[in-house]
């Protein structure tokens, strides 16, 4: 079956240590590979998105980057975390018509 | 103003009540997804729609392509409906999946 692992839950960290979340997919090949974030009251936005391994397309300037090592392994990264970057961040994917989202990861950032 | 526009913002219904939510968009689409999220955050894709309608269980969806306009109905609410409810679009000139989401209905069905 088709899934899509996203960790952690949750996470507390201070303004300026550095972060890494981690989303893994099972059950399916090259897929397409999503970062969201969802602030408070706001709708998803979305962060990166990659077509391929190493290919990474930003859609908004921020403190943060994405990786593809690996086909079904999607990294969101900081080396700051500043107070702004708190909120929801969900990992997803997508093949044809098929989208699964992960359960996403709650950063708080103090 | 947001390309993709909800209503209503919440809804609050009796156990057994029709429900409609609203979604209307203002850009050329390739696709328009319906999606349900969950208090705790995970999110579950419902329907893709590029035209006409889709049932599922009691869950349906429909879209006008030409009014920029689609609707999700549930009948027979029950409580375990309760959840955000999420419209968003793929735009017709980016790639498929690079979906511009609504701000979510939050339905609550009473018992």
């Known amino acids: 079956s088709q899934t899509i692992h996203q960790w952690p839950a949750t996470l507390v960290q201070p303004v300026g240590s550095p972060l890494s979340l981690e989303c893994t997919v099972e059950g399916t090949s090259n897929p397409n590979l999503y970062w969201y974030r969802q602030a408070a009251g706001r709708g998803l936005q979305l962060l990166f998105y990659?077509?391929?391994?190493?290919?990474i397309s930003s859609e908004v300037p921020q403190n943060l980057s994405a990786s593809r090592p690996q086909d079904r392994q999607f990294i969101l990264s900081s080396k700051k975390l500043l107070l702004s970057d708190s909120g929801f961040y969900l990992c997803?994917?997508?093949?044809?018509?098929?989208?699964?989202f992960g359960s996403g990861t709650q950063l708080s950032v103090l | 103003k947001n390309e993709v526009e909800q209503s209503p913002q919440n809804l609050t219904a009796q156990e057994g009540e029709f429900i409609t939510i609203n979604c209307s968009y203002s850009?050329?689409?390739?696709?328009l997804h319906w999606l349900q999220q969950h208090p705790g955050g995970g999110i579950v894709s419902l329907f893709m729609?590029?035209?006409g309608k889709k049932k599922h269980g009691r869950l349906i969806a429909t879209i006008n392509i030409q009014e920029k306009h689609s609707s999700l109905h549930i009948t027979a609410s029950h409580p375990r409906d309760s959840a955000v409810y999420i419209c968003a679009v793929s735009l017709a000139e980016g790639s498929n999946y690079k979906l511009t989401f609504g701000k979510g209905t939050l339905l609550t069905v009473n018992p």
């Open positions: 729609l590029s035209s």
């Open positions: 997803a994917w997508s093949r044809g018509e098929k989208l699964f």
């Open positions: 850009v050329g689409i390739s696709a």
């Open positions: 990659s077509v391929g391994i190493g290919q």
